[in-house]
């Protein structure tokens, strides 16, 4: 597989580095600055609503996305940029690094979503990857069930699996996630993960109705640059 399908994620994974770095510096400012606060968004929303001048509320409806490059501190960074590689490496592989990034950005914006809808009247910032790392999760099981996969055979995996079973982690996952929502747990965005798997799953059952096969995409790609050289 070209290095180049996995530059996305390579790129991602620097991006989240480089913020941390940041964040050791700057102490709570890059939080407060980047991290999603769901009181603010639902006053943003009423804002929209209402009409009042929506570009002022521009930098509040960013957090939505810029709050996955921010993380709570260097277990939590090290725990997304181990799913993140394993699962995005295998997004960019079946897909292309585009859609990987595609992905990404989109199943992080519905995790904020999702969990801003479950907590609308919380002010603490939420902060972290893991939606869009169940985005790829969601994603992964999503074309598993339709596509006929190659065993992955990525780290940290000590060697290939069938696809399936890799993903039933995403799945217990999601059932912890589920859980923690049911029980009112605190300290986790359970909405965001929830969020993430869901809207992944999607755009897999998107993907996999417009493409019968992996095979059937790749040539898809090959059809348009063709054009585009011509």
Not at 15 to 27: E, M, N
Not at 51 to 72: I, Q, R, Y
Request: glycine residues 12%; negative net charge; aromatic residues 10%.
């Amino acid at each position: 597989m070209p290095a180049r399908r996995h530059a996305t994620i390579v790129g991602i994974i620097a991006l989240l580095a480089a913020v941390y770095a940041v964040q050791v510096f700057a102490d709570d400012a890059v939080i407060e600055r980047l991290g999603l606060v769901p009181a603010e968004i639902a006053g943003a929303w009423q804002s929209l609503l209402a009409g009042e001048a929506p570009l002022a509320s521009l930098p509040t409806w960013s957090t939505m996305l810029t709050c996955a490059f921010v993380h709570g501190g260097v277990e939590h960074l090290l725990l997304n940029m181990v799913f993140l590689w394993a699962f995005g490496v295998l997004a960019s592989e079946h897909l292309s690094a585009a859609l990987a990034l595609a992905v990404f950005v989109l199943t992080a914006i519905c995790g904020s979503v999702m969990h801003v809808l479950l907590n609308p009247g919380s002010d603490v910032p939420t902060i972290g990857a893991s939606g869009a790392v169940c985005g790829f999760e969601g994603l992964y099981l999503g074309l598993a069930l339709r596509w006929e996969l190659d065993w992955p055979d990525v780290w940290p995996l000590a060697h290939p699996i069938p696809p399936l079973q890799l993903a039933a982690f995403g799945v217990l996952g999601f059932g912890f996630d589920v859980y923690g929502v049911m029980n009112h747990a605190v300290g986790i965005a359970f909405g965001g993960h929830i969020g993430g798997f869901v809207s992944g799953f999607v755009i897999a059952g998107a993907l996999t109705a417009v493409y019968p096969s992996g095979a059937s995409l790749a040539r898809s790609w090959m059809g348009r640059r063709e054009k585009q050289r011509r």
